[in-house]
């Protein structure tokens, strides 16, 4: 039986993982979870929100599936997410961005894939306070990680039969370090013939992608424009509820939704377990579980065909009962 990390979160993490499991277990497939806890639960018991103990079951079992962990404001904790990724050098965020059957959004025929370097760019936290009234913040990127982001997005191309993958840049601006970013990407596809190359600076990708997001396939970023594309993509299909991600390195994989733990709705059993479940569908293809993939996918499309959805969607589902239907259809 294949043996996976859960990170049950805390927040609306316990209610929708656990409904996940539930689907999982529904459809026929065995799987071992080793449940782990993490975030403000354990700060009490443990001292910290991500216990060495979670990176060593993930270490272990080689894939996570994770619900959202509330990071603690104004106590000195480091979000668990940007830990985890720096711990396992999780060096690729993957967000597939599809529309879903029934949701109501501006365009109905979005799919694209955002690929988003992980580990350099601004995000390094390169800061310093030049003096009272002036801050700098250094944006490293490097060849190897560029070339690698660029490596895992044709790859991913490849594998799930998809036709283009677009550069995104500023290198018009930042001719060394977007400039390198771009030259990666070039040097890289010369080594996929089947796959169409496009390039394209990021401001004008944004305004493509809220005219006519349907032009886009893949999509391959530097972190910090990743971060605020792969948002703006999110949008397109209907938002948190429903936005997938995962972060994936070269040893490991931890998938997970982009929203966060929602302590607003909290045990209210109104949370969308939809964006959690797509992880997971995406986590099964990883693990190669492509037909359990398939099955659950049909029946989370089927369920809201029906209309059936939580009231984040404009529906009246309850977590449970939105479960209990996809459950019903497998
Ligand atoms: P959030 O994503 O938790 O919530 C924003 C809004 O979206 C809220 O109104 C919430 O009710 C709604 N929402 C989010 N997910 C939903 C779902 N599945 N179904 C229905 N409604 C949903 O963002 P917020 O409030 O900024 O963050 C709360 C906590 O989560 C913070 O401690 C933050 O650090 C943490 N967080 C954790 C993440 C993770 O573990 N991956 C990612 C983002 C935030």
Redesign the pocket.
Known sequence: MTRITLIN?D??GPE?SDAVVKIIEAAGLKIDWDVQTAGEAVIDTEGVPLPERVLNSIRKNKVAL?A??????GKGFR???VQLRKSLDLYANLRPCKNLPNIKTKFDNVDIVVVRENTEDLYAGIERQVDKNTAESIKLITRDASERICKFAFDYAVKNNRNEVCVVTKANIMKLSDGLFLDSYRKISEHYPQIKKREILVDNLCMQLVQNPSQFDVLVLPNLYGDIVSDLCAGLIGG??VAQGANIGLDYAVF??????????KGLN????T?LLLSAIEMLKYIGENSYAKRIEKALYTTLAKGIC?P?LGGNASTDEFSLAIIREL
């Open positions: 979160g927040g609306i929708i994770k959202p962990v509330t990071t603690p404001i979000s668990v997410n948190l509820g997970e939704p982009v929203h966060g733990s929602a302590p607003d709705i109104i949370a969308n377990p964006a939580t984040d």
